[in-house]
Nanobody
Framework: VQLQASGEGLVQAGGFLRLSCAASGRTGSRYVMAWFRRPPGKEREFVAA????????YYADAVKGRFTISRDDANNTVPLQMNSLKFEDTAVYYC?????????????????WGQGTLVTVSS
């Protein structure tokens, strides 16, 4: 499975940005797609995940109500709509995938990773 993230950008606090993760290769019928991020000087952290087979979504408390993860079946992509951005959302964002139905929040549970894409929020 190959993952390609896009949507890097610089935005002012309060603004919005949309990331996308394109998946290719053999993904199977049951898998979870997720977004993680690594803020400057911090560990990688869970942001959001979507169960591809049933559409269930999961969010970190820090982004709940501001970010929306979804699935685009037609294009096999996973958009992450980020609204009301805050300075602390500044990070390198990564998309990830794993087989099965459980949306783990630990990065080491994911087998496939895309390259990071930088999101910078100015205060």
């Amino acid at each position: 499975v190959q993952l390609q993230a896009s949507g890097e950008g610089l935005v002012q606090a309060g603004g919005f940005l949309r990331l996308s993760c394109a998946a290719s290769g053999r993904t199977g019928s049951r898998y979870v797609m997720a977004w993680f991020r690594r803020p400057p000087g911090k560990e990688r952290e869970f942001v959001a995940a979507v169960n591809w087979s049933n559409g269930s979504t999961y969010y970190a408390d820090a982004v709940k109500g501001r970010f929306t993860i979804s699935r685009d079946d037609a294009n096999n992509t996973v958009p992450l709509q980020m609204n009301s951005l805050k300075f602390e959302d500044t990070a390198v964002y990564y998309c990830a995938a794993r087989g099965g139905n459980y949306a783990y929040r630990a990065a080491n549970e994911y087998n496939y990773w895309g390259q990071g894409t930088l999101v910078t929020v100015s205060s």
